[in-house]
């Protein structure tokens, strides 16, 4: 149940398309979703993120869409570009009195050909 | 901007030695975290510490591991006798307090990579 799913593994997009990654989720406490976005050799960077409590949010060329229903979530990458190149990573927060910790999906690794 | 630093960048050990990683959270944060990356597999959560003491651990995180927070400013990760398995990139996050609605954001440093020989 703590669990978090995300697909596609890898992703290739060309410059200009959109990219997007889906995530899943089981447990209904989870209730802060960020996405983050790691470059090779650096720690994950929060890139957006959503509560449930609304089914879109969108940061320029980022949105999440929130499916609470499904217990799906997803990021869209709007024309994508060489530069968004990096390994994406869903999370979700488990609602705690004191845990803050996240439970992270795999990742998916985005390449955006120019 | 501020942001959570950490030490050191690399790190090559041989196995059963101790090692301690250094992070200095963003200053007026409360939360405090490790996790860790295994090559290639996604980030693993391994502890939370607010107010002094630990306040939630994975099952990683076990009686080889602890953490500290000696001063005002360093949040460190000690592990006793290393592991061959141990070898990952190691991330310390730190969060400030709570906003209004709960939302709350983890800020990562940019990691001590760890090799286990």
């Known amino acids: 149940q703590q669990q978090v799913k995300q697909s596609p593994q890898s992703l290739i997009v060309q410059k200009g398309g959109i990219s997007i990654i889906n995530c899943a989720y089981e447990n209904t406490a989870f209730d802060y979703f960020p996405w983050y976005q790691q470059f090779p050799g650096k720690g994950p960077a929060l890139l957006i993120a959503?509560?449930?409590?609304?089914s879109e949010k969108k940061e320029g060329r980022f949105t999440i869409s929130f499916n609470k229903s499904a217990k799906q979530f997803s990021l869209h990458i709007m024309d994508s570009q060489p530069g968004d190149s990096a390994t994406y990573f869903c999370a979700a927060r488990p609602l705690d009195n004191y845990g803050q910790n996240f439970v992270f999906g795999p990742g998916t690794r985005l390449s955006v050909l120019p | 901007e501020p942001e959570v630093t950490q030490t050191p960048s690399h790190q090559v050990t041989q196995m059963g030695q101790e090692v301690i990683l250094r992070c200095v959270p963003i200053s007026n944060h409360l939360y405090f975290y490790w996790y860790r990356q295994i090559l290639g597999q996604k980030v693993e959560f391994l502890v939370s510490?607010?107010?002094?003491?630990?306040?939630?651990k994975s099952e990683i995180f076990d009686d080889q591991f602890s953490v500290e927070r000696p001063d005002g400013s360093n949040f460190t990760l000690k592990i006793r006798s290393t592991k061959l398995e141990d070898s990952a990139m190691y991330f310390c996050?730190?969060?400030?307090?709570?906003?209004?609605?709960?939302?709350?954001?983890?800020?990562f440093g940019p990691g001590t990579r760890l090799l286990v020989l």
């Open positions: 959503i509560r449930p409590d609304v």
């Open positions: 996050a730190s969060s400030g307090r709570k906003l209004a609605g709960g939302l709350e954001t983890q800020y």
């Open positions: 510490f607010y107010n002094n003491e630990i306040s939630e």
